[in-house]
């Protein structure tokens, strides 16, 4: 099962607004990754943290991973329209081997 | 080449029929996985061939039959399945041996729809 819990299941922005996502785990990961899928695609990878207390950005997006290694977000600034879509944080599985998936945030925006 | 291929696109099956879908990737990855994704659930992994070798099963049901012929190609054999298999098959690569640390480069999946 997921070992990974990520909230809100559904965000809806307006253009220009900014919002965060967040993915919380109950036990210390190795390393989160960060995906997104645009609605009738394939999922893309996006970034990956390892590091305690990491920041790392990608233009509007800033991705966290925290100081305890247990939680990361996704913030973005002045949602555009094409950051519409799912965004799912992944973390090491039960067994610890293979990736498992959060649940994801779907993002619609608002024009 | 930076892509994972799947072929086919849309499939649209019997559930007496056999038909496979296939997956290739010319990155010289060593690990390939093929996932099940159902709408508005995140990827499930089924399973992982590292090194040309089934790693990982996860108690996916017998219908489903994986296959590595070579380090670039993935088939899933499908045989009998049921309505409720319908989903998204999406399979993808990694560059190393399939671990949680591998970040994973996906394929655009086969909508596979089971009459």
């Known amino acids: 099962g997921q070992q990974v819990m990520q909230i809100p299941q559904y965000q809806h922005v307006q253009e220009g607004e900014d919002f965060t996502t967040y993915c919380n785990s109950s036990?210390?990961?190795?390393?989160i990754q960060w995906y997104k899928q645009r609605p009738g695609g394939h999922p893309v990878f996006l970034i990956q943290l390892v590091k305690s207390g990491e920041v790392k950005k990608q233009k509007r997006l800033t991705f966290q991973f925290g100081e305890a290694k247990k939680n990361s977000s996704l913030h973005i600034t002045a949602t555009q329209t094409t950051d519409v879509g799912t965004y799912f944080c992944?973390?090491?599985?039960?067994?610890?081997?293979?990736?498992?998936f959060g649940a994801g945030t779907t993002v619609t925006v608002r024009a | 080449d930076t892509e994972v291929t799947q072929t086919p696109k849309h499939l649209v099956m019997g559930m007496t029929n056999k038909k496979s879908l296939k997956c290739e990737q010319h990155?010289?990855?060593?690990?390939m996985y093929w996932y099940k994704q159902k709408a508005k659930k995140p990827p499930e992994l089924m399973f992982v061939y590292s090194y040309e070798k089934l790693s990982i099963n996860e108690s996916v049901p017998s219908r489903f039959s994986p296959e590595c012929p070579n380090s670039s190609l993935l088939n899933l054999h499908l045989h009998a399945l049921q309505p409720e298999d319908s989903a998204l098959y999406l399979c993808?690569?990694?560059?190393?041996?399939?671990?949680?640390?591998?970040?994973?480069?996906f394929g655009p999946g086969t909508r596979l729809t089971v009459l």
């Open positions: 990155m010289g990855h060593r690990a």
């Open positions: 036990t210390t990961l190795s390393n």
């Open positions: 992944a973390g090491p599985g039960s067994n610890d081997y293979k990736l498992s």
């Open positions: 993808a690569s990694s560059p190393w041996a399939g671990g949680p640390t591998d970040t994973q480069y």
